[in-house]
């Protein structure tokens, strides 16, 4: 696969995720374009017949390079209200975007609650559509260890949101 098809099949992937953990669209913008540009500096060295890896390999460099921004930036409660503005789109009633933004601010609010562990898994898990098994190979999990994690966090979500919510 050459680069430009692993980028085309990756991009949204990586951006989704990307902007799942960050809200801003311009700062998830421009970690994305850090993120290629990693993997096209290590493109050449990756090895073909391990292809059946790329995308843990891949998704390991977007969730590295999240991890060093956090780290460089001390940002603790990564999960904010701040852009939330723009990533939620207006387009219906006013009383439906404002229900929208409600339950969105809802959810960030329980989201803010998980620890980071539980945050990260249900962001493989939901924004890149990855399997247990694909996150446990990216986080150094056991498979059934995510599963357990992943239950306990959506419950906690449920509990926090209420049935209203769901």
Known sequence: MSFEELYEKYF??????????VISPDLA?????????????????????????????????ARNTLNDHFRRKKILTWLSMSGMEDHIKSGESVENDAEKHELAGKVLKAVEQLSNQEREIIALKFTLAMTNRAIADTTGLGESNVGVILFRA?????????????
Do not use: C, Q, T
């Open 12 to 21: 949204s992937r990586i951006y989704s995720y990307i902007l799942y953990r």
């Open 29 to 61: 913008d421009d970690m994305v374009s850090l993120v290629f540009e990693k993997i096209l500096d290590k493109y050449a060295g990756f090895d073909p017949a391990k292809a059946v890896i790329i995308e843990a390999w891949i998704f390991a460099i």
């Open 154 to 166: 959506m419950r906690k979500l449920k509990e926090l949101l209420g049935p209203e919510a769901l």
